[in-house]
Each structure stands twice: as C-alpha cells, then as structure tokens.
C-alpha cells in the first residue's frame, strides 16, 4: 500500500542519543546501527563498521513520522505540489510515510488513475506514499466507486476528503464495502447546509468580523450520524481533521461503546484559536477552520488521553496569487509538513501540555495503526524508520526554507523550537 | 480538562507597515475620535461659507476604488476630498481592468505606481482594505469592506448623535434589523462602545449574530427593546444579501410587522437614524422616516465633514487645532 522509489539502503550509525520509542517502551541513551536499511544493533558503543557516524548526543531519535493526510495535488496542481516536492517536503519534516488524498483533477476514483500515481511514485517519491482513493465517483456523493478494484490495485484507504458524504443510505453502503475491501474508510464530516457559505469559526470572533459562520454543530452532528452508521454495520472508519469538542465527546463515547473508529487532528487545530483570523490573513483559513479555546482544549485533551490517535498535518498547498487575496476570496488549507514537529513541540511539549513521548506516538504508530501500516520502530531488525529531532534548537520559518512548491504556512515569521535532523524513511537516509 | 491558556510566542499576524490607515473603528483610540469629531466642527463651520473649498490638501491625491454600488459614500468622499482642494480620481469596478480579471493585489500595485496619498476602497469582502494597504505605501480608508466595516459611517453616526444630543456618553442606542449582514451595525457598536454610549441590538434570531455580545451590547428579539433608547438606529433590511431560500425570515412582510419601525413603536422625541438608503415600509414607516425626529439628512451633511476630517487626519502629522480650518482657509 506504500509505493516510493526503490534504490540504495544506508548504512549508518547514530551515536549517543536518547533513543525514545513509547511503542517498544524503550527511553535511554543508546548507539544505533543501521546495516543496508534495517536496524541491526542498539546498544552502548556499538562499532561503526565504517559506516557514517551521526553524533546524536543531546538529540532524540524516534520511529519516523507518519502523515495519514496530505494533498500531493497530483494529478491537475502540479503547480502547487508533485510527488516529488511533497516527498522531500515530508522528508524534511521527519516523516517515512504519507497518505494522500484524492480529491486532484481529475480525482482518483479509477484504477487508471491510481495506478498512474503509483507509477510516478515509485520514480518520484523520497519517502514512501500510500494513495486513497475516492468512495464515490468524481467525489460528487451519487455513486460508489469500484472500491474492490481499487482495493486489488493498492489503494491505502477511501475518503471523499474536502467534501463529506452527504446520503446517510450512502455512506452505510461504502462502510458494507469495508467487508470487500478491508481498507479504512476516513471521513470529511461536514453537513453541508449548515456550514453554507462559512469562512470562519461561528462565535464571537466571526460576529465581530462579520464572516459567515461555520458553526461546530455542522462538524458535530455529522460525525454522530457517521459514527452511528458505523455502529450499526460494525465497520471501522476513521475521522479526518477534527476540530469540535463535541465531536471528541461524540468519539470518545462511541469508542467506549466499542465502535472501531479513529481520528486525526491537525497542528494548527492544536496550536491556534479562531483568534488568530483577526489577522485577516489567508494563511489561518482552512476547513474545518480554527475555532474556539474551549475546542482547542477538547483536541489537546483528546490527542494526550489517545481518543484522537493520530496527528495528520492535513498539508493543503495553494498557490501565491490564490492566497493573496481578501480572506473571504481565498481557497481554505495551509501546508504543515516541515513545519508539523517544530509548532506541536513549541506549542504543546515544551509549555507541558502533552509528553514528548504522546506526541511522538500519535504522529507514528498512532496514524500507521489506523491505516493498518506497520508502526515504525526503534528494534533490531525492523527496518530502519527514524528521525532524530534536536528539540533544543530554535529555527524561523521562512519561505525561502520550504521544500514544498507552496509557502501558505501560518507560521511564517514564527520561530519554532524543535528541529528534524535526520530523516531516514525505508532504510535509506532521505534528509540530513 | 479546563482552560488552556499557555500559548507560546502566540500567532503573529503578518507585519503591518508603520502608516497609520482607517480600516475599522478597532484602529482607534478614544481620543482618536474625539478628535476627529472635533476637526469635523470645524470643517462644518467652514462650510457655512460663500467659497466653500478649502487649500489644504492641495497637490494630494486622493483615489476613490469602489468596487460596490454607493451613492453617498462615494459621493462624499470624493467631494470631501475637493473641498480640501486635493486631486481625486474614482475608479469603478465596472468598466476597468476589474471587469478583465485583474486581481485586487494587481490593481492595487498599479494604483500604487501612481503614488496616491489616500486610497478610499470600497469591495464586497472583508480583508480587501488589509491587502491594498499590503500592497501600496497610501493611506488606505475603509469605505465599507463585506460585512466587516464601515468606519466613517459610524464616525458621521457619532458625529450626528453629538450634535444632535450634545453627548455620545450614556445615550442608548437601539440599533434594529439585519445586524448579522450589516457592516454598519458592526462599526456602530464598536464605535458606541468605545465613546461610552449603551447599545442594544434588536432583531429576529437568525439576523443576530451568535457571540455579538462579546463586542459590549446587549441583544433583545422583541421590538418593545427600543422603547428606552435615545435614539433607534435602523438598518437597512439588505434584500441583495438575503440568500434564496436563506430563510433568515419567513417573509418581509412578517419581518415588517415584528420589528419595523412604525409610529406607534417610536416615543416622542425619540431620535431615528438610518445609514441609507431605505426600503420604506419594510424596516421604517415612511412616516417615521419623514418626522422632524428623523436625523437622516443630518447624517448625509455629516457625512461630508466627517470624511474630510478622515482625510486631514490622515494626511496631517501631529495633534490637530480645533479651530484649524479657520487660519488654512486664508492661506
């Protein structure tokens, strides 16, 4: 279900780090040695073998990251992202796999299409890349797409992402495909008639403002629907992008009743407030959109007591002339990929909101278990999947920094405290 | 889980040049106004004479872009701005390079080559003001962005109830309608609050924005909520606006018959006034409208002083001379 290119495994040693894996339970300052891409010894003063030594002391090294959500654009944006720039964008970020979405031009709801992406990535990709595709033709919600082919044709999973799946009669259907398929179906939980029109958060900001509101229950109340669907055909699916404390309540109970249901949430819903739109700049509009304290703490709360598994940076890039536009003009999403680690271990880690080691857990295992991926691991013999962080040095985002195509990140001009050093994703060493 | 309150470093928003600009009331201190509303006396006394143009802004330009219909606003702005003896030009959307696709940043960066001191910028969204004041070294004055601001509205609203009732503190302003697409209310709250008056938002439920009361009013649903007002502010019932099938009321008619201002609703020498233009007999009875308590003619006259006194503002450094039209005038 992960397709990238083939090639070289590195050999490498990263000496004295503080070796964090929460899966494996393993936290001490050890040597690690990766023979030909897979991990062959951790442990005190391993021989080098001659391989390249990177000096690891003061710096954490983990299992590799793992985007379950990304907007590679291809096909139709290349001007905004390909699978090679999104790759190295990933790579940059600490990630050894990404999933992206299908909502492209045209969208990926063929086996045609599909198989051309995992054509290109396997010439393109610098870090592995699993691709979804549609649950309904063209993603206009009317008919199913031949979830089955896909599946055969390696389709990591199924979301009409961007849009939801409006017909309840629909969306039970795709979740009885799930049966055929065994791919999860992750759901954009939107009720379009009450978000019509929304630009912002529904609250006191957007009064102020006087944006059109797009209020929480809209959220809300489709993942309830979703998630009592899910219920009654006893089919998993997972929540993309949440932003509502209602629906971390809805989940976390749903979930305590047994329902097989996971989710994501994104950094900027972790790090920001729909205050941030008093800016007026492009750059906080994405949908869901930012929205009150009192959700933000839901999210916070939710990703450390594991209702929501997975951090997805949901990287949406746009290009320049889209976003310099008056914010009611302009398209929704922000990118994240190099940025993702840095914002959550300035915002979340380092004031004490959450563990390094949750963070750690819920942007690796957390999304890989979701998707049924293997979990990257610090163990001998697993293939060698790793980043090393350096959570003490201070950097600013700047546009001229970017490996993506695209700059529409909410965080230019910030100065973020922790640093991808080294990414090594399938083996082989694809950043520093 | 309570609170979170820790926010490191918090979102930085895009960095402002250091010029100042009118795009909302929020750019204002106080002091700011009073002294506006001061400068505008005084521009209003200078207007009582036989030559009425004054040599202050001479040799500034002035561009008036007006991307939405206006009648008084542009009006007044641009003849505020010849008043004061300054070069204007107004540029509509329909007929220029709008029409062909150019992009507001584009537009504005062509503006800007022609080294404008003031760009007045009236558009359909909100933020629009923002980007040209990215974009060009002018002044830029919001002239109605979306349903975000309306600042010199509010200030000629100020301007009116000042003059009308000797104070803006302690007056109670009901404002009625269609807040929730009304720039003009917006302004108009921020504005009260700031100089210290009372204001209560009157209105059906779908019409009044979820959290408004945040901004420091109060909200009733009932049309009775006027009845203690000062002054009962209508606003236009914004049919363009109101989306088919929105359903934000069943009916004009039923909104009429709820919450328009009619004769019977209104106490004697209770103020009325209406930003313009109006549906009468849908928000306000013609006979409302027509009464010697109605002060929307005083808002058009104070809609020229207040923008010139926007525009010499902006375009002048340091504390302004209450009485300063009088010595320019003979320059």
């Known amino acids: 279900m992960l397709y990238g290119k083939n090639g070289r495994k590195d050999d490498l040693v990263v000496r004295g780090a503080r070796v964090l894996d929460p899966v494996e339970g393993v936290d001490a300052v050890l040597d690690v040695r990766v023979d030909k891409g897979v991990i062959a010894g951790i442990g005190e003063g391993l021989d080098a073998n001659g391989h390249r030594v990177v000096e690891g002391a003061g710096l954490v090294l983990a299992p590799a990251f793992v985007d379950p959500h990304v907007h590679l654009r291809v096909p139709g944006g290349e001007d905004e992202e390909t699978i090679a720039s999104g790759t190295e964008a990933a790579a940059a970020g600490g990630y050894c796999a990404i999933l992206a979405m299908p909502n492209t031009d045209p969208v990926v709801d063929s086996a045609a299409v599909l198989g051309s992406l995992i054509e290109d990535a396997k010439t393109q990709a610098q870090v592995p890349v699993g691709f979804l595709a549609a649950i309904t033709r063209g993603q206009d919600g009317a008919e199913l797409t031949e979830m089955a082919e896909l599946a055969d044709q390696g389709a990591a999973g199924f979301t009409d992402d961007g849009r939801p799946v409006v017909a309840p009669a629909l969306m039970r259907r795709a979740l009885q495909y799930h049966g055929i398929t065994g791919r999860r179906l992750a759901l954009h939980c939107e009720e379009p008639t009450l978000s019509k029109g929304g630009q912002m958060h529904e609250g006191a900001v957007s009064a102020e403002l006087g944006f059109t509101g797009y209020p929480s229950v809209a959220e809300s109340l489709m993942v309830e629907r979703d998630l009592s669907l899910a219920a009654y055909e006893e089919a998993p699916l997972h929540l993309l992008h949440l932003s509502a404390r209602e629906s971390v309540d809805a989940l976390r109970a749903a979930q305590a009743k047994g329902v097989q249901a996971t989710a994501e949430v994104t950094p900027h819903h972790l790090c920001l407030t729909d205050d941030a739109v008093r800016s007026l700049d492009s750059n906080v509009k994405m949908n869901p959109p930012l929205r009150s304290a009192d959700d933000r703490a839901a999210l916070v709360e939710g990703l450390r007591d594991g209702t929501i598994g997975s951090v997805a940076t949901d990287h949406a890039p746009h290009a320049r002339h889209e976003k310099e536009v008056p914010f009611e003009a302009a398209p929704f999403g922000v990118t994240g990929l190099e940025t993702a680690f840095g914002a959550l271990y300035t915002h979340l880690v380092d004031p004490g909101l959450i563990p390094l080691e949750t963070l750690l857990e819920r942007m690796s295992a957390g999304p890989a278990r979701a998707y049924g991926l293997e979990p990257p691991r610090v163990a001998v013999g697993a293939q060698a999947n790793l980043v090393l962080l350096d959570t003490e040095a201070a950097w600013r985002v700047e546009e001229k920094g970017f490996r993506s195509r695209s700059a529409n990140s909410w965080l230019l001009g910030q100065t973020l405290r922790g640093q991808v050093r080294l990414t090594v994703a399938a083996g082989k060493v694809v950043h520093g | ?331």
Request: proline share 7%; glycine share 8%; charged share 25%.
């Open chain 2, 1 to 331: 889980m309570g609170e979170i309150h820790v926010m490191r470093e918090g979102y930085l928003p895009p960095k402002q040049p250091p010029r100042r600009h009118l795009i909302s009331i929020g750019d204002l201190e106080r002091e700011d106004v009073e002294r506006l509303l001061a400068t505008a006396k005084s521009f209003s006394r200078s207007l009582e004479r036989e030559v009425k143009k004054l040599p202050t802004l001479r040799g500034r330009t002035v561009v008036n872009v007006f991307y939405e219909s206006s009648t008084r606003t542009s009006s007044s702005f641009e003849l505020a701005a010849k008043r004061l003896s300054a070069d204007t030009m107004s540029i509509k959307a329909a007929g220029s390079s709008v029409d062909k696709g150019e992009s507001l940043k584009d537009t504005a960066l062509t503006l800007g080559a022609y080294d404008p001191d003031v760009i007045v910028i009236r558009h359909p969204q909100i933020g629009a003001p923002e980007l040209v004041a990215r974009y060009t070294d002018a002044h830029v004055v919001n002239a109605g962005d979306g349903k975000h601001q309306h600042p010199t509205q509010a200030l000629l609203d100020l301007y009116t109830i000042q003059d009308e009732l000797g104070r803006i503190e302690g007056v109670h302003v009901a404002i009625v309608g269609d807040v929730l697409h009304s720039r003009v209310a917006r302004s108009n709250v921020q504005a009260l609050a700031l100089m210290g008056a009372k204001v209560t938002l009157v209105g059906p439920p779908p019409l009044i924005p979820r959290g408004i009361e945040a901004m420091g009013c109060e909200v009733s649903h009932e049309i009775g909520a006027i009845a203690d007002a000062d002054v009962v502010y209508v606003l236009r019932m914004q049919r363009e606006r109101m989306a088919e099938g929105a359903n934000y009321v069943p009916s004009l008619r039923e909104y009429t018959e709820r919450w328009g201002v009619t004769p019977e609703r209104v106490r004697p020498g209770q103020k009325v006034m209406h930003p313009g233009p109006m549906n009468r007999g849908v928000e306000i009875d013609p006979r409302v409208a027509d009464a010697s308590e109605a002060l929307i003619e005083a808002q058009v006259r104070a809609g020229l002083v207040v923008r010139m006194a926007v525009l010499y503002d902006l375009l002048t450094t340091g504390p302004v001379p209450v009485e300063a039209a009088e010595p320019l005038e003979v320059a």
